[in-house]
């Protein structure tokens, strides 16, 4: 167990709605990552907060927003899903935001967009 | 960002020592080379990472080539639950986002 929670643990859902994904990172841990896991584009960092600010994006789209609370809780919001939306949603959080720093993963959001 | 080059495939069996490539030629003096896995469709694991000097945790061993050009991470007895896509990768100075290669799918025969 990482200590990363996300939920919920699957999603079914329509094209065209929105959905929101869920984060509780680790104890302590202020950074908060988000990364897409699909078939034929393997896994890619979407977008990093750290302690409530925006630290640095990947590869999101528009029609996905992301933000980190006050507790330290993120949401990933995903909104006219698409059919090539569905894939698996990882987030992921660390103590800090430099290169000698460890993530820990939680075990994914899979989102099927029918 | 630093690109890796790993092979696509390595079967390795039970109770033998386990040897992951990663080419990584192009790396900076300031960057770390992290190994993580995951199995199945979990959540990538950490594994290990370092700079420049061999590095050994409760889980493997890493080995950076003196020009830092390339790494090889040993699992010293694996087991079937090794058995999972490991990937390398350069994290740059100033940021910890991790991009993810291909990565190498180990399987662990008994």
């Known amino acids: 167990d990482s200590g990363v929670t996300q939920t919920p643990k699957h999603l079914i859902t329509a094209t065209g709605q929105r959905v929101t994904l869920r984060c509780s990172p680790r104890?302590?841990?202020?950074?908060v990552y988000w990364y897409q896991q699909s078939l034929d584009q393997g896994l890619q960092f979407l977008i990093q907060y750290y302690n409530g600010e925006e630290r640095a994006k990947g590869n999101i789209l528009e029609r996905f927003s992301a933000q980190q609370f006050p507790d330290l809780h993120s949401e990933l919001n995903l909104s006219s899903l698409e059919l090539g939306d569905s894939a698996l949603y990882f987030c992921?959080?660390?103590?800090?935001?430099?290169?000698?720093?460890?993530?820990?993963f939680g075990a994914g959001t899979r989102l099927s967009v029918l | 960002d630093a690109k890796t080059t790993q092979p696509t495939s390595m079967d390795c069996a039970e109770g033998r020592a386990a040897n992951l490539p990663c080419n990584h030629s192009?790396?900076?003096?300031?960057?770390?080379v992290y190994w993580y896995r995951q199995i199945h469709s979990q959540g990538p694991q950490y594994i290990i990472h370092g700079l420049k000097n061999n590095e050994t945790n409760e889980m493997a061993s890493l080995i950076i080539t003196e020009d830092r050009k390339s790494s090889t991470l040993i699992l010293p007895h694996a087991t079937l639950r090794d058995t999972a896509v490991y990937y390398c990768i350069v994290v740059s100075y100033n940021t910890d986002k991790l991009i993810f290669g291909t990565g190498t799918r180990l399987q662990v025969f008994p």
């Open positions: 104890s302590g841990d202020l950074s």
């Open positions: 192009t790396i900076s003096g300031n960057e770390y």
């Open positions: 992921a959080s660390s103590v800090r935001w430099d290169n000698e720093n460890i993530q820990y």
